[in-house]
């Protein structure tokens, strides 16, 4: 199973506006994608708002992307280079 793990760089790391721009780039995807910190909490669907806010991942926090099937590389690569910026941003 493909997957990437990548440091959440949005300042508020994934809360509000970087998790809603994340979740809707997630359901944009032709495959099912999970997503986890290393504390030990389970693997949630990258298109769920409330399983994205769940984790309390922090500006600075690894977190994996995991994905199966034709597409789960791209796509991985898409979401992963989306967290690694920073969504609160003005021009994000």
Do not use: C, N, W, Y
């Not at 990437?4 to 970087?18: E, I, K, M, N």
């Not at 809707?24 to 949630?44: C, F, H, L, M, N």
């Not at 994996?64 to 898409?78: C, I, K, N, Q, R």
Request: avoid cysteine.
């Amino acid at each position: 199973m493909p997957e990437r793990t990548v440091v959440v760089g949005s300042a508020s790391g994934l809360h509000a506006r970087p998790a809603a721009l994340f979740v809707a780039a997630a359901a944009r995807q032709s495959v099912a994608v999970t997503i986890r910190t290393d504390s030990g909490k389970k693997a949630v669907p990258a298109r769920s708002m409330l399983g994205v806010l769940s984790l309390g991942a922090k500006q600075g926090t690894p977190v994996t992307l995991e994905a199966t099937g034709d597409g789960a590389d791209a796509a991985l690569d898409e979401l992963a280079d989306l967290l690694a910026r920073d969504l609160d941003a003005p021009d994000a």
